[in-house]
């Protein structure tokens, strides 16, 4: 199967597609590690889109 490209985007609560580095498209920013499968948590309290950045 093949890898999601680096800079696919999900929202919160959508499940992540592919292990490795996110990145939150807000300001103040954050990078988080997460596993496929599991659902992108909010940041700041706020929904965000995420973007994978590196595979884990």
């Given at each position: 199967?093949?890898?999601?490209?680096?800079?696919?985007?999900?929202?919160?609560?959508?499940?992540?597609?592919?292990?490795?580095?996110?990145?939150?498209?807000?300001?103040?920013?954050?990078?988080?590690?997460?596993?496929?499968?599991?659902?992108?948590?909010?940041?700041n309290?706020?929904?965000?889109?995420?973007?994978?950045?590196?595979?884990?």
């Amino acid at each position: 199967m093949a890898k999601e490209p680096l800079g696919t985007t999900r929202k919160t609560g959508e499940k992540c597609p592919e292990s490795g580095v996110w990145k939150s498209l807000s300001t103040p920013s954050t990078t988080i590690p997460l596993s496929k499968g599991e659902k992108f948590p909010p940041y700041n309290n706020q929904g965000v889109t995420w973007k994978l950045t590196a595979y884990a």
